[in-house]
Antibody, heavy 121, light 111 residues
Framework: EAQLLQSGGDFVQPGGSLRLSCAAS????????MTWVRQAPGKGLEWVSSIRGSVGGAYYADSVKGRFSISRDDSKKTLYLEMNSLRAEDTAIYYC??????????????WGQGTTVTVSS | QSALTQPPSVSGAPGQRVTISCTGS?????????VHWYQQVPGTVPKLLISGNNNRPSGVPDRFSGSKSGTSASLAITGLQAEDEADYYCQSYDSSLSGSVFGGGTKLTVL
């Protein structure tokens, strides 16, 4: 069974940094694109970033471009989200998700359990 | 404001049929990009309900169906059940944003 196990969420001050991890199991990780989605308290889903499978081209929402960096280590079957210059509006539950294809934006069929990031002074 | 517009809420009685609309533009749905639908029961992880406009992943009941026409897409739920009460989100790619977009979400209440 395909699974994603997330870690790294924490409480951080504005301007701080955090790295989220997402460990995959039960599927050929390197063959699939991966995506981060976030959900602010009481709000809807917001796409954050995606990375292609194998040859990983990366894509970012305007709200995080230049501050967040997505990467993957196929040997460790792990997806990462490096978050810098954090702002209060980045406070959310962050989900990692597996795309249904090596190419992005084909629908996300496996989701992590979510990890909470709180940015506050 | 999202590039994809959904009604904030819809409701229906058990057994009825409801539809949830997702209105986009020429840079997303109208540009022939696929639409996906997700179900999120409050407090739980989102679940893929429909992919590629009208394809149901394994395990999703055939009471759920998707369609797309022009710059809009719709999710239809027939034979409404209490367990269908959840938030529903549409998603597509937007060429003007060079990224994915979600609709604002629709809360389905089963009366």
């Amino acid at each position: 069974e395909a699974q994603l196990l997330q870690s790294g969420g924490d409480f951080v001050q504005p301007g701080g940094s955090l790295r989220l991890s997402c460990a995959a199991s039960g599927f050929s990780f390197s063959l699939y694109a991966m995506t981060w989605v976030r959900q602010a308290p009481g709000k809807g889903l917001e796409w954050v970033s995606s990375i292609r499978g194998s040859v990983g081209g990366a894509y970012y929402a305007d709200s995080v471009k230049g501050r967040f960096s997505i990467s993957r280590d196929d040997s460790k079957k792990t997806l990462y989200l490096e978050m810098n210059s954090l702002r209060a509006e980045d406070t959310a539950i962050y989900y990692c998700a597996k795309e249904q294809s090596r190419t992005i934006f084909y629908g996300m069929d496996v989701w992590g359990q979510g990890t909470t990031v709180t940015v506050s002074s | 404001q999202s590039a994809l517009t959904q009604p904030p809420s819809v409701s229906g009685a058990p057994g009825q049929r409801v539809t949830i609309s997702c209105t986009g533009s020429s840079s997303n749905i109208g540009a022939e990009y696929n639409v996906h639908w997700y179900q999120q029961v409050p407090g739980t992880v989102p679940k893929l309900l429909i992919s590629g406009n009208n394809n149901r992943p394994s395990g999703v009941p055939d009471r759920f169906s998707g369609s797309k026409s022009g710059t809009s897409a719709s999710l239809a739920i027939t034979g409404l059940q209490a367990e269908d009460e959840a938030d529903y989100y549409c998603q597509s790619y937007d060429s003007s944003l060079s990224g994915s977009v979600f609709g604002g979400g629709t809360k389905l209440t089963v009366l």
